[in-house]
């Protein structure tokens, strides 16, 4: 049997991105089978985690969730990526007056992140979730803030990234995907036709920092079902509207 070489602490990271995905609670056999960690180190972990509120465990079930000390740490990421209650209006304003989901996402390094999302007006929802990291190459969010990235990283990333294919209209050619970012820079935002998900239409536009570089997005995603181009056009005026703002705001 291959010895485990992760450290503890590597094995308490892992443990903590996994609460923090669907359903966001597992029994520690749970979470010693999902991981492959022996059982009585993930007790040992957890017992560390429980202690410094990092995970609780519900009282309901027993399941193990990320506590109070995980918010602290991650509103502290909030205020880092320029995160503001402006901001919340904005998007919560922009969601009302189109009753459709509306997010923020940032980039952090290589990956983009949702940090806000308000889905509160869908009958149906879309299941986008904060925490959730978007792919650079399908649905607006991830193509919208990388088609800013410097030219020459743009095309070191474009060729080095795996372009999985998640619906007959991802596109999966870098040719392609670079000139799709250089529409994007030109018209000012990202749309994503059925890209990532089917029966999905997602519109984004870049938010910028006092610097000019784009480090956030807003989007708006809905169901294809009933949108109109009236409707598409009233999409694109409230999402470009509220990332001018917001650009307005951040430092």
Request: with cysteine; net charge positive.
């Amino acid at each position: 049997m291959q010895k485990d070489k992760r450290t503890s602490i590597g094995k308490a990271m892992d443990i903590l991105k996994l609460l923090a995905k669907e359903p966001y609670k597992y029994t520690a056999v749970e979470i010693s089978q999902k991981l492959g960690i022996n059982r009585s180190t993930v007790h040992r972990i957890l017992k560390i985690l429980v202690e410094d509120r990092a995970v609780i465990q519900d009282m309901l079930d027993n399941r193990y969730k990320l506590g109070p000390t995980m918010y602290t740490i991650g509103s502290a990421y909030l205020v880092h990526k320029n995160f503001t209650n402006d901001i919340v209006a904005i998007l919560n304003r922009i969601a009302e007056a189109t009753k459709e989901s509306v997010g923020y996402y940032v980039k952090d390094e290589d990956k983009i992140i949702s940090v806000y999302e308000v889905e509160s007006y869908q009958p149906i929802r879309l299941g986008y979730k904060p925490g959730m990291v978007y792919p650079i190459h399908c649905g607006a969010v991830g193509k919208c803030i990388t088609a800013y990235t410097e030219p020459e990283e743009l095309n070191r990333l474009v060729y080095n990234t795996k372009l999985e294919k998640k619906t007959p209209n991802t596109i999966t050619d870098p040719e392609k995907l670079l000139k799709e970012y250089e529409k994007i820079r030109e018209q000012g935002y990202a749309i994503s036709d059925e890209e990532n998900l089917l029966g999905a239409f997602g519109i984004a536009a870049p938010v910028f920092n006092s610097e000019k570089k784009v480090e956030a997005c807003v989007a708006i995603a809905a169901f294809k079902t009933g949108l109109t181009p009236e409707k598409i056009e009233l999409l694109k005026k409230h999402v470009i509207r509220g990332a001018r703002e917001i650009s307005e705001r951040i430092v």
